[in-house]
T-cell receptor
Framework: AQKVTQAQTEISVVEKEDVTLDCVYETRDTTYYLFWYKQPPSGELVFLIR??????QNEISGRYSWNFQKSTSSFNFTITASQVVDSAVYFCALSASGETSGSRLTFGEGTQLTVNP | DTGVSQNPRHKITKRGQNVTFRCDPI?????LYWYRQTLGQGPEFLTY????????KSRLLSDRFSAERPKGSFSTLEIQRTEQGDSAMYLC???????????????FGEGSRLTVL
């Protein structure tokens, strides 16, 4: 069975602060995929990033960066210089090797990020 | 708009009534997924189709739930004899699974919110 834990239910920061969203996962599969999705108030989940279990390189995309560490089963997400538009619920998700087509994503419970002006 | 479209966006019904939701995926996508999301939780997988074939169903999908994708394009999710516990956001997503590299990206619609009184 797979499990994703996002221990931070809510985070509130002031604009321009850096913020890190934590994600810890559990799986018995050796091949798996990790994702982050953003859910703004409109409700539509927006894909942010995918990593596979063999690629532990960290990734940076603009103000977003991701730190994948297999040793601690973590896939943390950092927003640098946060902006009000970053306010949303962020979900970490896992897809195991038996579902490489993404047929079943296991989501964490989400972290509500509020960026105050 | 070429994204995933869901209708209706909101549905209020009385307990015991039947409801049906429709999802129109991105046209070239051959995979279609249904997820359910309750307040403060992450989405939970219900079922998915590849073309018109329903390939996987979650244990969450009780006998009162049925999903179809008759022509491999749009899909419907019907809930019979609704219960208050069925109140949730029902999310549809689509993706393309082919000979190209796996991306894992699901494109989500804005969801259909069900309230059972």
């Amino acid at each position: 069975a797979q499990k994703v834990t996002q221990a931070q239910t809510e985070i509130s920061v002031v604009e321009k602060e850096d913020v890190t969203l934590d994600c810890v996962y559990e799986t018995r599969d050796t091949t798996y995929y990790l994702f982050w999705y953003k859910q703004p108030p409109s409700g539509e989940l927006v894909f942010l990033i995918r990593r596979n279990s063999f690629d532990e390189q960290n990734e940076i995309s603009g103000r977003y960066s991701w730190n994948f560490q297999k040793s601690t089963s973590s896939f943390n997400f950092t927003i640098t210089a946060s902006q009000v538009v970053d306010s949303a619920v962020y979900f970490c998700a896992l897809s195991a090797s038996g579902e490489t087509s993404g047929s079943r994503l296991t989501f964490g419970e989400g972290t509500q990020l509020t960026v105050n002006p | 708009d070429t994204g995933v479209s869901q209708n209706p966006r909101h549905k209020i019904t009385k307990r015991g009534q039947n409801v049906t939701f429709r999802c129109d995926p991105i046209s070239e996508h051959n995979r279609l997924y249904w997820y359910r999301q309750t307040l403060g939780q992450g989405p939970e997988f219900l079922t998915y189709f590849q073309n018109e074939a329903q390939l996987e169903k979650s244990r969450l999908l009780s006998d009162r739930f049925s999903a179809e994708r008759p022509k491999g394009s749009f899909s419907t999710l019907e809930i019979q004899r609704t219960e208050q516990g069925d109140s949730a956001m029902y999310l549809c997503a689509s993706s393309y699974s082919g000979t190209g590299p796996y991306t894992g990206e699901l494109f989500f619609g804005e969801g259909s919110r069900l309230t059972v009184l």
